[in-house]
């Protein structure tokens, strides 16, 4: 009976362990529960929960192949626009969607939503070109557009990344223009 009570003992500081890394709970509440369940006694927290670093390679591994796989849909395949504008959403999607879940788990999703950006941004250009002749008018109307949907974004989300970056493109574009 003892040795029951002692796995399920452990069990909840483990989890406890894992509120207090992913931020569940107050800090503070963390502790007080941990003090309760553990008697007082220190424990050794020095083995991460959830491993930052391995979160870190799935978001750069997920982001690398979908970029990739956009380039070559964009510029190496003869396929219809219809295709290919499918395929960017659902990729632009499928990064929003991952970006959004790791928001709800408290992990950085930035790589994520600028990869999505990114491929929204080459889809956006390659599309206005196809469908307005490569007119340079549509071109910059497209960037600004981009450029106003991300800081649009970034305000809204407050993800200061994209504010600052949409504001640096369209600063590039306005200055491209003038020149």
């Known amino acids: 009976m003892k040795e029951i009570k ?22 503070q509440y963390c502790d007080y529960l941990l003090a309760l369940y ?24 997920i982001s690398i192949c979908a970029l990739v796989i956009s380039l070559f849909v964009i510029y190496f395949t003869e396929l219809s626009i ?24 408290q992990l950085s999703p930035m790589l994520l939503y600028t990869v999505a950006g990114c491929i929204f941004l080459l889809a956006s250009v390659d599309i206005s070109g ?11 109307f497209t960037l600004f557009l981009n450029c ?14 994209f504010s600052i970056a949409g504001s640096i493109g369209a600063m590039f574009v306005f200055i491209y223009i003038l020149l």
Request: proline letters at 2%.
């Open 130 to 140: 196809m469908v307005f002749n490569g007119s340079s008018l549509a071109l910059y």
């Open 38 to 61: 553990t008697g007082g006694t220190e424990i050794d927290e020095k083995k991460p929960v959830i491993s930052r670093r391995k979160n870190m390679f799935k978001d750069l591994l």
């Open 6 to 27: 002692n796995s399920k003992t452990e069990m909840i500081i483990r989890e406890i362990q894992f509120w207090k890394q992913t931020k569940l709970l107050p800090e």
């Open 148 to 161: 106003f949907i991300w800081v649009g974004a970034g305000l809204k989300w407050k993800l200061n990344y």
């Open 82 to 105: 219809v295709l290919q504008t499918a395929i960017l959403t659902g990729f632009v999607g499928l990064l929003i969607g991952v970006g959004i879940y790791y928001t709800k788990k």
